[in-house]
């Protein structure tokens, strides 16, 4: 019996590499938000007025990132548990036919 690439186990792994991913560009998209913020929070009155509509714009991506950041978290745990269940059914066929 000749044991080929184990196709369960490299979804896995992709889903592991798609969340982290998926959660460097949040968190990366987070951390821009918050230095925006920071240096917008030193301007004038008349900038503060015309940057609080960005500013509401901003807050609908945070809330976006902050999800997505979420999403990823779920999308590596979900690939670790398929690829240790598939790596655990691999040992469970070659113990049962060895």
């Known amino acids: 019996m000749e044991i080929s690439g ?17 959660v460097d560009q949040a968190a990366s998209q987070i ?5 925006e913020r ?5 301007s004038s009155d008349y ?6 509509s960005v500013d509401r ?8 990132s ?4 979420a999403l990823g978290k779920f999308q590596v745990e979900l690939g670790v548990k398929v690829a240790k269940a598939s ?3 691999l040992g469970t066929l070659i113990d049962t036919y060895a």
């Open 66 to 69: 902050t999800v997505e950041l």
């Open 87 to 89: 790596d655990e059914m």
């Open 47 to 52: 900038q503060a007025e015309r940057l609080r």
């Open 6 to 22: 184990n196709s369960a186990f490299y979804a896995g792994l992709g889903a592991i590499q798609t969340g982290q991913n998926r």
């Open 31 to 35: 951390a821009n938000t918050t230095v």
């Open 57 to 64: 714009s901003q807050q609908q991506d945070l809330a976006t």
């Open 38 to 42: 920071a240096a917008t929070s030193q």
